[in-house]
C-alpha cells in the first residue's frame, strides 16, 4: 500500500511551519536585545520537499554576529554549513563591513568556500575565496546576508519601503529589488496568538521572501518558497547530529553497494 503524501499547497507561513513540525514555539527575545547593537542569531536552514508527511528536513544552519564597529559601521560575520549530495557539507566563513544605513550597504567583504566529504575531510580542491568591494556605479546594493541584519532596524510602518540591487552571496548582481512593510499579523503557533511583524520583498532573479519579527525587532523565520531559516539556539548542535547521521546512512548504502 503507498503512503499518503498530501501536498502542502500554500506558501510557508510560521503557522504552516508549525504544522509541518519544523518548529515547535517561537524563541523568546530578552528585553535588552537591540538590533543596532552588538548580538549574535542562530537560524536552522529547513527545507519542504512539497508534501506533508515526508521530505522536509533541516539541510543546514547560518549564524551570524554583529560587531559594531563605530556610529558610522559595522562588521557582520557570517558562518553557514549546508548538507549536500553523499554527506559532503559546504561551508561558508565571511566578514562583511557595512555601513550603518538602512540597507547595511556593504563596504568590503572577506569570503571563503569549502566543502568537507562524508569522510569528515576537507576537499582542497573545493576552496574558494571571494574578497570583494563594490564597482564604481554599483548604486543603493545590499546583499542577502546584509538584509537578515537590515530588517531588524526597519521601521514597522506602513510607509516602509526601499528599493535596492541585490548581492546574493555578496556575488551575483541581481537588480530592480523592493522590501516593504506587510503588516502585523496574528500566527496561532498553538499556544495563543503571537503578533508578527511581516516585510516583503521582490525582486528580479530570486522567489519572493518574507521576514518575520517580533515586536522587539529580532528576525524569528524567514521563509521563500519551499525553505525557512528559523531561529534557533541550537541550530549547530541539530546540524551536527543531522551531519553524522546523514554520514552514516552514506556509509552504509556504500558498503552495501560492494
Request: hydrophobic share 35%; charged share 25%; net charge positive.
Amino acid at each position: 500500500m503507498a503512503k499518503k503524501r498530501t501536498i502542502v499547497g500554500s506558501p510557508l507561513t510560521p503557522a504552516l511551519l508549525k504544522e509541518l513540525g519544523a518548529v515547535d514555539a517561537l524563541p523568546s527575545t530578552s528585553r535588552d536585545f537591540n538590533p543596532a547593537d552588538a548580538w549574535v542569531n542562530a537560524y536552522r536552514l529547513w527545507t519542504c520537499h512539497g508534501y506533508r508527511e515526508s521530505g522536509n528536513q533541516n539541510v543546514g544552519f547560518l549564524r551570524i554576529e554583529r560587531v559594531r564597529d563605530s556610529d558610522a559601521a559595522f562588521t557582520l560575520k557570517v558562518h553557514e554549513e549546508v548538507l549536500q549530495t553523499d554527506a559532503m557539507v559546504g561551508i561558508i566563513d565571511g566578514a562583511i563591513s557595512c555601513r550603518n544605513d538602512p540597507l547595511a550597504s556593504p563596504i568590503r567583504w572577506n569570503l571563503s568556500s569549502r566543502s568537507i566529504g562524508a569522510d569528515g575531510e576537507d576537499i582542497p580542491e573545493l576552496r574558494n575565496t571571494n574578497n570583494g568591494v563594490p564597482t564604481k556605479g554599483m548604486d543603493r546594493i545590499t546583499g542577502d546576508w546584509c538584509l537578515l541584519e537590515a530588517v531588524q532596524r526597519l521601521a514597522f510602518d506602513k510607509q516602509t519601503s526601499m528599493s535596492f540591487n541585490l548581492l546574493e552571496g555578496m556575488s551575483l548582481s541581481k537588480p530592480d529589488h523592493r522590501l516593504s512593510y506587510g503588516g502585523v499579523h496574528s500566527v496561532n503557533m498553538g499556544a495563543g496568538d503571537t503578533r508578527l511583524h511581516r516585510f516583503v520583498q521582490f525582486g528580479s532573479g530570486i522567489l519572493p521572501y518574507e521576514y518575520w519579527l517580533d515586536a522587539r525587532h529580532r528576525l524569528l523565520i524567514v521563509t521563500s518558497m519551499n525553505k525557512a531559516y528559523l531561529l534557533d539556539d541550537r541550530a549547530g548542535d541539530i546540524f551536527a547530529r543531522d551531519v553524522e547521521q546523514a554520514r552514516t546512512s552514506y556509509r552504509k548504502k556504500q558498503s552495501q553497494r560492494k
